[in-house]
């Protein structure tokens, strides 16, 4: 596996439902992030950690609980969701450089329906 | 209050001709600035950056502009190919490096006719 990977790809619960999103970097990057984007909204940055610390939390609800184990692993912990909060995951890593360019990169995105 | 917009939702462009996709922003303490390129069913992919210290830079068939007095940057693409069918968005970053979350905007749908 090269780059991004995200599971799963496709996630349908119900509100009382407890899931994870996983998300795994293969790219020696030190940095992660979770974004959400909602229909007609632009991407919205929800966490970030760097070196397996969260550095930014971006009033995000705690209905959502982020992990980071490790500087290769991600985790989005959902539970009681709303249907509001019906929107594609994107999880992102970079290489967290003190300068120079810190493009970040995407996986292919969890498609998460609360019914 | 969106800080990165791009207020062009759809573009469409003869194929080989030039794509001009543009982007402004409000916050002045952004000093780094992407582009990116989504297909359907997929997560974005990096196409090209700049640095505030920059007014542009080439990659290939992709120039990114920058104008820093007008908050304004623009993606050049050159020549247009079918394949550039997507939807671009641009991202901005408020620190110089490190860890940093990107603000986007809403993308602009471009679209390559034959």
Partial sequence: ETGVTQTPRHLVMGMTNKKSLKCE???????????????????????????????????????????????????????TLQPEDSALYLCASSQDQASGDNEQFFGPGTRLTVL | DQQVKQNSP???VQEGRISILNCDYTNSMFDYFLWYKKYPAEGPTFLISISSIKDKNEDGRFTVFLNKSAKHLSLHIVPSQPGDSAVYFCAASARGGGADGLTFGKGTHLIIQP
């Avoid at chain 1, 970097?25 to 397996?52: C, D, I, T």
């Fill in chain 2, 10 to 12: 759809s573009l469409s």
């Fill in chain 1, 25 to 79: 970097q293969h790219l020696g990057h030190n940095a992660m992030y979770w974004y959400k984007q909602s229909a007609k909204k632009p991407l919205e940055l929800m966490f970030v950690y760097s070196l397996e610390e969260r550095v930014e939390n971006n009033s995000v609800p705690s209905r959502f609980s982020p992990e980071c184990p490790n500087s290769s692993h991600l985790f989005l912990h959902l539970h």
